[in-house]
């Protein structure tokens, strides 16, 4: 099954993939403090599916960018890229089996390096651990709790939550539709 999806890149990365055909994450752009956390990402989407020769981070993109209401990136808003940035938002079909979705917010534990806490309770118990297990043991925890970014019907609102997806790369034949625009 393919499913729809959209990323926002800056207008010169859309060239490269006009050029080549085929576009992948460049590592040299993944800052060092968030370096173990793409890692992370990038071991559990080879779990799913094995990246290609000489990948070794994803490419982000938006399954819901804004629930599930309104799926495709919003460009009128800001934030997307540095302001007057030339960019596009780029809508492309992926095979489900090629792709791990997980929620935004959610991503932000392992970005942080946290627990995935589900309310307040869980979250407290979470702090408690802190305390009362080795380093070693408390990664371990913080990472089984990430699993549950991949369940979306964690997720307590899909109308409204964000669902981000990962891929190993982008082919030129997946395009359906390209927008450009100057970033706010």
């Known amino acids: 099954m393919l499913i729809k999806l959209w990323t926002v890149r800056p207008a010169s990365d859309f060239a490269i993939l006009q050029k080549q055909g085929v576009y992948t994450a460049d590592e040299r752009y993944v800052m060092p403090e968030r ?13 799913k599916t094995p990246a290609p020769a000489g990948v070794r981070f994803p490419l982000w993109a938006w399954y819901h960018a804004h629930g599930s209401k309104r799926p495709k990136p919003d460009l009128r808003k800001r934030g997307h890229l540095e302001k007057g940035e030339k960019g596009v938002r780029i809508e492309f079909l992926m095979p489900e089996t090629d792709v791990l979705l997980s929620s935004f917010d959610g991503w932000h534990a392992v970005l942080n390096n946290h627990f995935f806490s589900l309310d307040d309770q869980e979250y407290e118990h979470h702090e408690n651990m802190e305390n009362k297990l080795s380093a070693a043991d408390l990664q371990q925890a913080k990472e089984k709790s990430w699993l549950r970014i991949f369940d979306l019907n964690l997720i307590p609102n899909p109308a409204i939550y964000e669902i981000q997806a990962v891929f190993w790369q982008l082919d030129l034949a997946s395009v359906v539709k390209v927008d450009y625009f100057t970033a706010r």
């Not at 370096?35 to 779990?47: F, K, P, T």
């Open 35 to 47: 370096m173990e956390a793409y890692q992370w990402m990038s071991r559990r989407l080879a779990e």
